[in-house]
Every structure is written in C-alpha cells, then in structure tokens.
C-alpha cells in the first residue's frame, strides 16, 4: 500500500499505526516522526513565505484579495502522479489549513490510477482516536488499529482518574496570535 499524507496529523496516524515505510509522500509540513519522514518525497508547498511574514501578514494575505480565503498551499500534481499513492489522506474542514479537498480531489481524478482519498475530519478528542480506526481499515490494520485506540483510551482514563478531585487549571487554545484567533 503506498501513503500519501497531506497532514501532519495523518502523518502520525499513519506512524502510529506502524506504516510509516508505506508513507511515499508527504506535506511540507510532516516532520514527525523525524526518521520516518526524512527521506519522504514532499508533493506540497506553501504559496506565502511564513517564514518572514509576521502572523497579521498573513491574516491579511488570505483574507485579501490574493487568497480570498483560498488554500495558502501548493500541491505538485506531477510529483502526486509519479508516486503511484493507493491512498491519499486528507482533511476537508478547512481550505485555508492545508491542500484543499476540491484540488487533491481532482487532481486524484485525474491520475490513471485507482487512488482513494480519505478525508479525516475529527472534532473532538474520541474523533481523533477514531480516526486511527477508520484509517488502520482502509490500510488493512483495523485490528491493530482498535487496539491502538483501546490502548490511547485507557491512558487517557488513567489520566482522568489521576486528576480526579483536582482544581482544573483555566486554559485557553489560541490558534492565531494577530489577530488573536480562538481555537475550534
């Protein structure tokens, strides 16, 4: 089975899963875990220079006239084609955020092969665990992928009970920081 990953979380999953040698493709955004990636070709590319661009910068460029709340990412067609990928993973929830799912779609369309594109969408903390579920069956692991999620959910109430009484801490998730941006 040959992996394309266009997330970073789908990178992981895939990691996670004990994949991550299927992976032969990749965002330029994966970079976990590093070994497994490294020498995976990358097929994507950032259309802005985040690198010196301050974050109102780019709030206004995809808010403008340039990006009208467009993908800020470039995908390479040629190089998606090339790689021969029996599946592409995704995400649909956001254009801005990676590679849109219109683009990969019909990019996918185009290539004379029969790939599948999974588009994972998790909105809560069991979606994400989930997640390695529905990807591990279409990788062929569903078991190993349920025990996986079994696994991630008995620590995560290993962590509940171990909190249990305790004063929660008041926290707030910012994903942009100019303008200040809520998380979710």
Avoid at 3 to 31: F, K, M, N, Q, Y
Avoid at 83 to 93: E, G, K, M, S
Avoid at 175 to 183: G, H, I, K, N, V
Wanted: proline share 5%.
């Amino acid at each position: 089975m040959r992996i394309v990953s266009l997330l970073p979380a789908a990178t992981d999953i895939v990691a996670e899963l004990g994949l991550a040698d299927r992976l032969v493709g990749r965002t330029h955004e994966c970079d976990w875990p590093p070994r497994a990636v490294a020498s995976v070709p990358v097929v994507t590319g950032a259309d802005l220079d985040q690198e010196t661009l301050s974050s109102r910068e780019i709030s206004d460029a995809v808010g403008g006239s340039a990006h009208s709340g467009s993908s800020l990412y470039t995908l390479d067609t040629e190089a998606l084609a090339a790689l021969r990928p029996d599946v592409v993973l995704t995400q649909d929830l956001c254009d801005v955020c990676a590679v849109s799912y219109e683009r990969v779609s019909r990019t996918v369309r185009l290539l004379d092969a029969d790939t599948r594109v999974l588009s994972l969408e998790p909105r809560t903390l069991d979606d994400v665990l989930d997640c390695l579920v529905t990807v591990g069956t279409v990788l062929g692991v569903r078991e190993s992928a349920e025990l996986r999620r079994a696994e991630l959910r008995a620590r995560l109430e290993r962590v509940r009970e171990g909190t249990a009484g305790r004063q929660r801490p008041r926290v707030v998730a910012i994903e942009w920081l100019d303008p200040l941006w809520p998380a979710g």
